[in-house]
């Protein structure tokens, strides 16, 4: 009996093995598979042989870690009962993928649109968002992304005209 696994790009891995399982090369599984032609993309990361029946054999799978860098700006206009705010982010050196993102918002910002606007595509698509916690805003996004992107929120704060407009926190 054989094994072989694959990991798909954008997760990292940790594999753990005991008694009852032998490395093959991945070329060796292949020919024993009856695929001696398996392109190098195809081929498993690990492959194996295995003499025991239940070997102790895992893998711990987890996905890359993700950073990246954001030039934020805040425009507000200011009215005499509301402000319009438009937040903006750049975000450069993405590492990993990024399924959503996460903001902190006002708990009283009325959220107009929110898009997104990929380094690639010409225009923005809206995309859609959830207040995960009074002031938490949930971003997700219609695909995987893993490339610079721009982040546009757009709101309206209502405020009382004899008191002093605090300037909000995104």
């Keep these: 009996r054989s094994m072989a696994v694959s990991v798909a790009a954008g997760l990292s891995y940790q594999e753990r093995q005991s008694d009852g399982i032998e490395s093959l090369s991945p070329t060796e599984f292949a020919s024993a598979w009856g695929h001696p032609n398996l392109a190098a993309q195809s081929e498993p990361l690990f492959a194996y042989t295995l003499s025991a ?4 054999w895992s893998l ?3 996905p890359d870690p993700q ?3 954001a030039k934020q700006s805040l425009q507000l206009r200011c ?5 319009a705010v438009k937040y903006h982010a750049q975000i450069d050196d993405v590492a990993g993928t990024f399924y959503l993102h ?4 006002p708990l009283d910002l009325q959220i107009e649109t929110v898009t997104l606007q990929n380094q690639d595509e010409s225009k923005a698509t809206t995309v859609r968002w959830a207040r995960a916690a009074d002031n938490q805003l949930t971003i997700f996004l219609s695909q995987p992304i893993r490339s610079p992107h721009s982040l ?5 704060l209502a405020h009382s005209p004899n008191r002093p407009l ?5």
Excluded: A, K, W, Y
């Design 166 to 170: 605090q300037i909000p926190r995104i």
């Design 53 to 56: 029946n239940r070997p102790n």
């Design 60 to 62: 711990l799978v987890r």
């Design 102 to 105: 996460r903001l902190e918002v």
């Design 67 to 69: 950073s990246f860098t």
């Design 152 to 156: 546009v929120l757009e709101g309206i």
């Design 79 to 83: 009215g005499l009962q509301q402000t």
